[in-house]
């Protein structure tokens, strides 16, 4: 940020030459700011394709302009008030960092607020529209996906850039075994993480031995492979056109308008037929697996395994020192986010009711990583918060559709700036000393 | 020299290179099991590449390091995986063992056949607290059953318990009670040694191999650093290899000194006969001196 500090304790009262100065100094930093967006805003605003010409389109970009100018006029002359800087101060403060949770301080409150979420979700598919019931679900399948890349990403340490290929697989798992095999919603959800995690295997007993950035592009090379196979290989998936994927069934009641055999759901309790009733259905399973993969996750982060992750992102060379092998140890973070992105694909094969390869993108693993650096690498309810910003605000801002991969940079670019590790602060657990040690304690003071 | 069968660590003709250069050439010393063995040399020796080749994380070009911790032989390089030989072929048994170590082999098995150690540079969990640093330490002795941990059954909960116990009593022993619940990476820096030490203890070692334990603390620190290390070793029956630049610290608590220039031990023995070996003297003060030692020493370089 191009504000000078010189002056930050200076009394307010100012000479008139002083105040000159300042104001000078801010048209100046509204009027280079301008420039650079005139650049960054000038081919997309500014110039619309016509066929083969294009128009101008000056009164738009003018007006963008003049809002980025005088929105940074004012910024620069306030944050030279002395409440300004007040507030850019909190802003920048850095300390971030992790806390450990008092030994006293236990978290007592924290089941109210599990519970009021819990009713709350319940309440969500009996009282919202179909379409906020699909919106919320996709933003679940986003908390899973955001939730099993935490494991490898924010606990492990690996930077995964093709996390996609797992919900691919999970995805396509259920899509090709229901064509090919028969089965079913409900036995391809453990077999989709299964095979998830198999293939996470495969991939990483080779490249887990491969430190930081070689993993990066191996992995996202992984994801493009995926990607191409699925379109390309076109008598078994598709290519392109994709495959349909069945809804999901409650006790062999199907959600279906007209069934081949047996009864549909509504007809066998005597209701009228509505769409919605399968996305309820799935809103209700998915809301449940969510709580599950939460609760798992909070047994790993207290888990021997969960400590190892951690411990390896921390420092490799410590953790072989103490007798852990580190490719197990990274194979079970990639095998275990594998799988939780496997089923998370499931879950979004069975709400789409069809799959094809243009789900399976890198920008799909961008936003998942964004996910996860965004909730703060390692934080559970980061992640949950980051997830649904990240995949429900693009639905409320709906108009602004255009530019949301232009605000998801920005968004990023603020974050670094002033919360690099995370919306969500860690805390890391106490352990109470035993009674022997406490004694000792008490003697040493 | 004691006898190689009481030894619990055996380095013999141990080579090292990087590239073209010679870091180790042709070390051979015993640590005699008991003992506190002090490895010192002017900086750039090779004393660290030693500890290295040792734990593990360097593949030594040549040589035999073999380890006599937990009732079993361990030899160094075979545990790191060894590459296949035509004889395999038909010893199906050695065979077998090779590919198990050429698939899970490494220096973490090094640590699990009893030996542990600490860093130069301290490498602690920063962003664990201290009692996480020892829980990770002791992973291979808990249950680590996925299905138990996630139900919190009675048995994993027993093993966290244990765990827990035994990283509160290292606390305990080496004088960090009041920091278990801290921020590893926030403990001061004599603090943050002796965390890494404890950390260390907590795997179960026999031999426990210190790099510059005393590096960087105060008088009073190394004094207690010193008196720690004795108690390890009378109370506890650890064997204790340690590179030390120190020397009062050397002299004190060492039974055997063994003395590294330019990747060649030039002396090795009990701290009387180091203190008074010509070579060592030159080695450390220069030939120029006027301790009436002999110009033969470029011959070691
Ligand atoms: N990984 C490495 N690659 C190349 N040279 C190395 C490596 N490790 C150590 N060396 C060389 O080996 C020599 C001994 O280093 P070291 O064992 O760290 O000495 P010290 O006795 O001070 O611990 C040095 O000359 C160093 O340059
Ligand atoms: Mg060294």
């Not at chain 2, 640093?133 to 941990?149: K, T």
């Amino acid at each position: 940020m191009a504000i000078d500090y010189q002056y930050s304790n200076k009394p307010d009262s100012l000479s008139s030459n002083e105040l000159l100065f300042r104001i000078r100094k801010s048209l100046l930093d509204a009027f280079i700011t301008t420039l650079l967006a005139l650049a960054v805003f000038g081919p997309i605003v500014g110039l619309e394709l016509d066929g083969y010409d294009f128009q101008l389109q000056l009164k738009s970009l003018v007006s963008i302009l003049g809002v980025i100018f005088t929105g940074r006029l004012v910024a620069s002359l306030f944050f030279q008030t002395s409440q300004g800087e007040k507030l850019l101060e909190k802003f920048s403060r850095k300390d971030t960092s992790i806390r450990v949770q008092p030994l006293n301080q236990k978290a007592a409150n924290g089941y109210w607020i599990i519970a009021l979420f819990m009713l709350a979700g319940l309440m969500v598919p009996f009282l919202a529209s179909k379409y906020w019931i699909t919106v919320i679900i996709l933003g679940m399948i986003y908390v899973l996906l955001g939730l099993g890349l935490n494991i490898v990403v924010g606990l492990a340490g690996l930077l995964d850039l093709g996390f996609v290929a797992f919900y691919a697989i999970g995805a396509y798992g259920l899509a090709l075994g229901h064509e090919y095999l028969g089965l079913g919603f409900w036995s391809m959800l453990p077999l989709a993480a299964l095979l998830a995690a198999l293939s996470g295997a495969l991939l990483g007993f080779p490249v887990l031995r491969m430190h930081g950035d070689y993993l990066a592009i191996v992995t996202l090379g992984f994801g493009e492979i995926i990607r191409l196979v699925l379109n390309n290989w076109t008598q078994f998936t598709g290519g392109p056109n994709g495959v349909s994927a069945p809804a999901p069934t409650l006790f062999g009641l199907e959600f279906k308008r007209r069934v081949k055999e047996g009864t549909p759901f509504h007809e066998y309790f005597g209701l009228s037929y509505d769409s919605a009733y399968k996305f309820i259905f799935i809103y209700l399973i998915l809301f449940a697996l969510v709580w599950a993969v939460l609760y798992i996750n909070h047994r790993l982060t207290k888990m021997p395994v969960g400590r190892a992750w951690e411990a390896l992102r921390e420092d490799e060379i410590a953790c072989r020192s103490l007798g852990l092998n580190h490719v197990l140890v990274k194979l079970s973070a990639f095998m275990t986010g594998a799988a939780v992105g496997g089923i998370a694909g499931v879950f979004f094969a069975t709400y789409q009711g069809f799959v094809n390869p243009t789900s399976f993108t890198f920008f799909e693993s961008a936003l998942i990583l964004a996910i996860v650096v965004l909730g703060g690498l390692g934080s559970t309810k980061g992640v949950v918060i980051a997830a649904f910003v990240l995949t429900v605000m693009p639905e409320v801002l709906r108009d602004f559709s255009e530019y949301r991969i232009l605000m998801f940079g920005l968004l990023m670019v603020l974050m670094m700036i002033w919360r690099p590790r995370g919306l969500v602060r860690m805390t890391r657990s106490s352990f109470q000393p035993p009674q022997t040690v406490r004694q000792a304690m008490e003697g040493v003071r | 020299m004691t006898s190689s069968s009481d030894a619990i660590l055996t380095i013999k003709g141990l080579n090292m290179q990087f590239g073209g250069i010679k870091a180790l050439e042709n070390i051979d010393f015993q640590v005699p099991r008991g003992s506190i063995t002090a490895l010192i040399g002017p900086n750039g020796a090779g004393k660290t590449t030693v500890f290295n080749c040792l734990t593990g994380f360097y593949r030594a070009t040549s040589g035999k390091i073999e380890l006599n911790a937990h009732k079993t032989k361990t030899s160094v390089t075979s545990v790191l995986g060894e590459s296949f030989k035509a004889s395999d072929l038909w010893q199906p048994v050695r065979f077998g063992r090779r590919l198990y170590y050429k698939l899970f082999g490494g220096s973490h098995q090094v640590n699990r056949a009893g030996l542990a150690r600490t860093f130069q540079n301290i490498r602690l969990f920063k962003e664990m607290t201290a009692l996480e640093n020892l829980l990770v330490a002791q992973h291979m002795q808990l249950n680590r059953s996925f299905l138990a941990g996630i139900i919190n059954t009675r048995s994993f909960q027993k093993s966290e318990e244990n765990a827990l116990n035994k990283a509160w009593y290292w606390l305990e022993q080496l004088d960090l009670i009041n920091e278990g619940n801290q921020l590893a990476g926030q403990l001061p820096y004599g603090k943050q040694r002796r965390l890494e030490i404890a950390r260390a203890l907590c795997t179960n070692p026999e031999l426990l191999c210190l790099d510059e334990p005393a590096a960087g603390l105060n008088p009073q620190e190394t004094a207690e650093l010193a008196k720690t290390l004795n108690t390890l070793r009378s109370e506890h029956k650890l064997t204790i290899l340690l590179i030390e630049h120190d020397m009062g610290m050397v002299m004190k608590i060492s039974s055997q000194i063994v003395v590294l220039d330019h990747g060649l031990v030039i002396a090795r023995g009990s701290p009387d006969q180091i203190k008074n070996d010509p070579a060592v003297i030159s080695a450390y003060l220069g030939t120029e001196e006027e301790t009436g030692v002999p110009e033969h020493e470029p011959a070691l370089a």
